[in-house]
């Protein structure tokens, strides 16, 4: 009976095999690996929210300054006639059409810091329709589209406005 009870003592106390040890490496290997792409995921887009919300901010603002013009040119009275030479010199909503900022700029046309990663693009539509009312003499539609420079971000909003012959 001791023979048996020591050898039967000897086999519940045996170790895992070499095969079972790298298995077990390769496994948690792999759910490691898993986890951490998640993470890396998770952490490459936290800065997203931030950068939709400055993005949000710099559209208002140009679509703002935009609609505070008056509608038609206050030089010569025509709706959209010959846009004014530089930004700084911008009198009238249609001026600001085929704007192209690259880099968020104030109204005197001076980079605003930190913001140059984003592109601006403005188009004013004298053809728009607003509740019936139609063509150049009554409305204006102002699109400005704002985007991130690095594409992979996936930031493009476009916020839209109207500026009526009041």
């Given at each position: ?58 559209a208002e603002a140009y679509l703002e300054e ?19 030479a530089s930004r700084d010199l911008f009198d ?10 690259v880099g968020a700029r104030s109204q005197d ?58």
């Amino acid at each position: 009976m001791t023979v048996r009870r020591a050898a039967d003592t000897r086999r519940g106390e045996r170790g895992a095999t070499l095969i079972e040890l790298v298995i077990s490496i390769v496994v948690i290997g792999i759910a490691v690996s898993g986890s951490l792409l998640a993470v890396n995921h998770v952490v490459a887009r936290s800065a997203d929210p931030m950068l939709q919300h400055q993005a949000s901010a710099i559209a208002e603002a140009y679509l703002e300054e935009i609609l505070a013009r008056p509608f038609a040119d206050p030089d010569g009275g025509a709706v959209c006639g010959a846009p004014e030479a530089s930004r700084d010199l911008f009198d009238d909503v249609c001026d600001y059409d085929g704007l192209d900022d690259v880099g968020a700029r104030s109204q005197d046309d001076t980079a605003v810091a930190g913001l140059g990663a984003y592109r601006v693009r403005v188009d004013v539509d004298p053809a728009a329709s607003l509740n019936g009312l139609t063509g150049a003499a009554n409305v204006l539609r102002v699109d400005v589209r704002v985007n991130h420079t690095q594409a992979a971000l996936g930031i493009d909003l476009t916020l839209s406005g109207y500026r009526t012959s009041y």
